[in-house]
């Protein structure tokens, strides 16, 4: 059983990181997603709501679990009997902060291998961090986040 773990604060979850999971899900037999609870980039969407999102739009598929990660993500990787963590490479502005990680995690627990993945080419501009600020702005979402998410926003945003 060849198993991964996507991790990230997921906030929300957009249709770059649905792409990521699609690949990694050919590449693995499972692909565990694991929410951060990130407090310290105080996210708009609660943990609760961000797990439910991503349980709603990876329902149908077959190999991909959702999971909270609380602590270090080598550890969860090393309980969940994973060997790969995957991460989305948009842009070379990704790279730096990934290169770091990936190589503290590896000095932290060296069975722990990372991936990186490119989206498809549509999706390299998209983060949940931009979705969030077109929506604060009253922007329609709809093309880069799942239905869930855009009926979220408009109650969180009370439009
Ligand atoms: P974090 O807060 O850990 O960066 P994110 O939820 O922003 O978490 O992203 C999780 C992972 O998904 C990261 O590896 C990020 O680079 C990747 N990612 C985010 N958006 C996209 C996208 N549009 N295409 C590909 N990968 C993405």
Sequence with gaps: MRRAIYPGSFDPVTNGHLDVIERARKLFDEVVVAVAHNDQKQPLFTLAERLDFLGQVTASLA??????????????????NAHAVVRGLRAVSDFEFEFQMALMNRKLEATVETIFLMPKEEYTYLSSRIVKEIARLGGDV??????????????????
């Design 63 to 80: 190999g991909v679990k959702v999971a909270p990660l609380d602590g270090l993500l080598v550890e969860f990787a090393v309980q969940q």
């Design 142 to 159: 709809g093309k880069f986040v799942p239905p869930c998410v855009v009926e979220s926003f408009a109650r969180k945003l009370q439009r």
